[in-house]
């Protein structure tokens, strides 16, 4: 996803809207489609830039297991510092460059933000997936999926601390 500082620049401090979308490839092989919406804005040397993205995923459930679809959603803004000078393709192969940790950089007349949201999707995957708020999960002794079952098993909360000391009394 690549902006144009010429167009930018055609009024500075307004901001304008572009779509777009990028091709990521997620750990196992698969790709997603990141959909970005975002307004930008050329001022004082630096571009501002804001919006949303939006990601369709499969995974599984972290309860139940089932395969389910879940959107990531993120809002975002950030500033890049337009630096003087053309761009070297070297050190800026992507574009941008995060100086100090702190800002984002870049050189030339084309501002690719395609690694910014890569990093950015990265960043916000959550760590549990569920197929609904309230999912039930499985049965730990049968097994069932009990969003759709109900089983007769009795979830005997057993400490296993008791355990042992049911070990050392035997051995006494
Ligand atoms: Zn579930
Ligand atoms: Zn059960």
Same mark, same amino acid.
């Given at each position: 996803?690549?902006?144009?500082?010429?167009?930018?620049?055609?009024?500075?401090?307004?901001?304008?809207?572009?779509?777009?979308?990028?091709?990521?490839?997620?750990?196992?092989?698969?790709?997603?489609?990141?959909?970005?919406?975002?307004q930008?804005?050329?001022?004082?040397?630096?571009?501002?830039?804001?919006?949303e993205?939006?990601?369709? %995923? +499969?995974? $599984?459930?972290?309860?139940?297991?089932?395969?389910?679809?879940?959107? =990531?959603? @993120?809002? &975002?803004?950030e500033? #890049?510092?337009?630096?003087?000078?053309?761009?070297?393709?070297?050190?800026?192969?992507?574009?941008?460059? %995060? +100086?100090? $940790?702190?800002?984002?950089?870049?050189?030339?007349?084309?501002?690719? =933000?395609t @690694?910014? &949201?890569?990093?950015? #999707?990265?960043?916000?995957?959550?760590?549990?997936?569920?197929?609904?708020?309230?999912?039930?999960?499985?049965?730990?002794?049968?097994?069932?999926?009990?969003?759709?079952?109900?089983c007769?098993?009795?979830? @005997?909360?057993?400490?296993?601390?008791w355990?042992?000391?049911?070990?050392?009394?035997?051995?006494?």
């Open positions: 996803m690549r902006l144009y500082i010429s167009d930018l620049k055609k009024e500075e401090g307004k901001f304008f809207p572009f779509n777009g979308s990028i091709k990521l490839e997620i750990n196992n092989g698969k790709n997603a489609v990141l959909d970005v919406k975002l930008a804005a050329y001022t004082a040397n630096r571009v501002l830039v804001k919006g993205w939006q990601v369709d %995923l +499969e995974g $599984g459930c972290s309860r139940c297991l089932e395969k389910s679809t879940y959107r =990531l959603k @993120e809002n &975002f803004y500033e #890049f510092i337009h630096l003087k000078g053309p761009a070297e393709m070297k050190e800026f192969d992507r574009g941008l460059e %995060l +100086e100090k $940790g702190e800002k984002f950089v870049f050189k030339g007349e084309l501002l690719d =933000l @690694e910014y &949201f890569r990093q950015s #999707f990265f960043m916000s995957q959550p760590l549990k997936i569920l197929c609904q708020n309230d999912c039930q999960g499985l049965c730990p002794v049968c097994g069932v999926n009990k969003n759709r079952e109900q007769q098993c009795v979830q @005997e909360s057993v400490n296993p601390r355990d042992v000391l049911e070990k050392m009394r035997g051995n006494l």
